[in-house]
């Protein structure tokens, strides 16, 4: 890595790299301001930059006032995410670990099989899983949330563990296979502690994909059993825009705290996820 | 070791393994995606309803017909691919010319990485109310800044505006796109080896040849793949849409996910609904064919 200067040129580049900084610190700055300003200072022509006042009002709605229900989405996508977390960690570290080993012609057939998915409309493949849940009873349910959110997290986490698990040179399981493992043991023993970053990239983007997750949520629940925050938070709002805001955008940044805090703590991991997922 | 006929149990036992393994994810991805695919092709040959489930009768290509004589539906379609191409070229200049500018020497990469991945972080929803709120008809941000610094004289209508509305809903999409494409490229750029770029400064290649025949080719894979995955999420997504616009003035800024959602869950006309999907799915098919040919021509070798 060359040294690090600081030269015109190098200055011309942080100004530029100031103004995407702001364009993505703006907006999330204005949904945290505008969740302590009082109703009255919200709706202000021209809107204010820095508060004149603060208040908690819209906290105090959200936690002990009439959108309380917010907590019961809130909980409800825990359990869902956390159960799509589960599923793809322990279904896909078993096929990502079968993909790698087991050779396969090509990586092509397996990236047009991975992007296909991909294409599939969501809409489309919910109209008769909507159907069927419905004849089973699995509609406001958080095993059908978790099956369906499961099954769409699958096929990116296989993917990225089936990368990591590549990268873990088969002579440690040839090793183990001497000393006197299973094929069992290999895996558990050998693969599965080596490949913790990978299982961390994945669960990461499993619970991201089930915590964003939109359309499927909304459709397959109807009352607040199970519904999760995404379509919970419009079920809650959508009326509402033009009163109250405050309330809105204090609902956004609590429902994204998950999100980022999992972002701060695990940042690598996100990234890794990503230029291994994402790159040959 | 003796040659059996058969396989060796070694084999026959690795095999009943690589079921074991794989059976679960496969049947869950059969589930989730390969089954309800054929049923809702099946579908689209039927007048389902979502009023009685029960019944449903045969009504061969009614859908489809209908479908061909519906402008709607074509300039939805249409429009959808006009907003996916927008924010696919534009995720590709903006991110890739800011991958470009952090991939010099310089401090606070990973600071600068970190604040604008966050536009990729925020979950969806949060962001289409918030971005609803920015572009608010009255108390929005960005007409107050517009109006401040001198660019507009009043507050316009951004959602309820047929030419703005676009605009809006396309912003959100780029905003969100950029930090993804631009992540990408700067890994991409990361394992570029020094040697060669330095045999072509030594060779005398200057800055704009160096990008054209040593970054861009080596970063066609990852260009290619963030612009298709992007593509089809434009059309995937539906919260921003319904939430910001819900269809826009006009359906001016109607996707085909919205559009079908609506046949679908709103007209409860489910067999049409799944002929739009399935004309969808084909439509992307097809267009992901000819991308791959034009896109991966010779870079067979690269994957």
């Known amino acids: 890595m060359p040294m690090r200067v600081i030269s015109r040129k190098s200055i011309a580049v942080y100004v530029a790299l100031v103004i995407p900084m702001l364009c993505v610190l703006i907006p999330v700055y204005w949904l945290s301001v505008t969740s302590v300003k009082p109703n009255y200072t919200i709706m202000t022509r021209p809107p204010e930059l820095l508060p004149r006042a603060i208040s908690l009002e819209h906290y105090s709605n959200l936690i002990l006032g009439k959108d309380r229900i917010f907590f019961t989405y809130f909980r409800n996508g825990v359990i869902v995410s956390l159960g799509t977390v589960i599923v793809n960690i322990v279904l896909g570290t078993a096929a990502g670990y079968v993909l790698s080993r087991f050779r396969f012609r090509g990586r092509l057939p397996l990236m047009i099989t991975f992007l296909g998915f991909q294409m599939f409309p969501l809409v489309l493949l919910l109209i008769p899983i909507y159907i069927s849940f419905n004849k089973v009873g699995l509609l406001n349910s958080y095993t059908g949330l978790i099956i369906v959110h499961s099954g769409l997290a699958l096929p990116f986490s296989i993917w990225l563990l089936k990368k990591f698990i590549d990268k873990i040179p088969i002579e440690l399981e040839h090793a183990g296979a001497l000393d006197g493992c299973s094929t069992f043991d290999v895996l558990w023993r050998i693969v599965m502690p080596l490949t913790t970053p990978g299982v961390l990239a994945a669960s990461i983007f499993a619970f991201l994909l089930s915590w964003n997750e939109y359309i499927f949520a909304l459709t397959l629940t109807s009352d607040e059993t199970a519904r999760t925050l995404s379509p919970g938070f419009t079920v809650m709002y959508v009326s509402l825009m033009s009163e109250r805001f405050g309330d809105i955008m204090t609902a956004g940044l609590v429902a994204s705290l998950p999100v980022l805090i999992i972002y701060l703590c695990l940042q690598r991991y996100v990234l890794t996820g990503l230029t291994v997922g994402g790159l040959k | ?303």
């Not at chain 2, 912003?171 to 993804?180: L, N």
């Not at chain 2, 072509?200 to 054209?212: C, H, P, S, Y």
């Not at chain 2, 399935?278 to 000819?290: G, M, P, Q, S």
């Open chain 2, 1 to 303: 070791m003796r040659p059996s006929t058969g396989w060796s149990r070694r084999a026959r036992r690795n095999f009943t393994l690589a079921i074991f393994l794989l059976g679960p994810s496969a049947c869950l991805i059969a589930s989730v995606f390969i089954w309800p695919l054929v049923n809702a092709i099946v579908l689209s040959f039927t007048d389902q309803t979502l009023l009685d489930l029960d019944r449903a009768n045969w009504v061969g290509w009614q859908n489809y017909r209908r479908l061909l004589e519906d402008p709607a539906f074509w300039r939805v379609l249409g429009n959808t691919f006009a907003f996916a191409l927008i924010v696919a070229v534009a995720q590709l200049i903006f991110g890739l010319t800011l991958a470009m500018l952090l991939h010099q020497p310089i401090y606070g990469k990973a600071l600068f990485r970190g604040v604008v991945l966050l536009a990729w972080i925020l979950p969806v929803v949060v962001l289409a109310f918030l971005w609803e709120w920015l572009f608010s008809a009255e108390f929005g941000l960005v007409n107050g800044g517009l109006e401040r610094a001198g660019i507009i004289t009043d507050y316009l209508p951004w959602l309820a505006h047929p030419v703005l509305s676009p605009i809006a809903v396309l912003v959100v999409f780029i905003w969100r796109s950029i930090p993804f494409m631009m992540v990408m490229c700067l890994a991409r750029l990361e394992t570029i080896p020094h040697e060669i770029i330095e045999a072509a400064k030594i060779d005398g290649a200057g800055g704009a040849a160096r990008f054209r025949s040593i970054i861009l080719p080596w970063l066609r894979p990852v260009l290619g793949l963030s612009t298709l995955v992007t593509i089809f999420w434009v059309f995937e997504n539906y919260v921003i849409i319904r939430t910001m616009t819900g269809g826009g003035p006009a359906d001016r800024t109607k996707t085909l996910s919205v559009l079908v959602y609506h046949v679908a869950f709103e007209t409860f006309n489910l067999g049409q609904a799944a002929a739009m999907g399935t004309v969808w799915f084909l439509t992307l098919a097809a267009f992901a064919v000819i991308y791959f040919y034009i896109v991966c021509r010779t870079d067979d070798d690269a994957y």
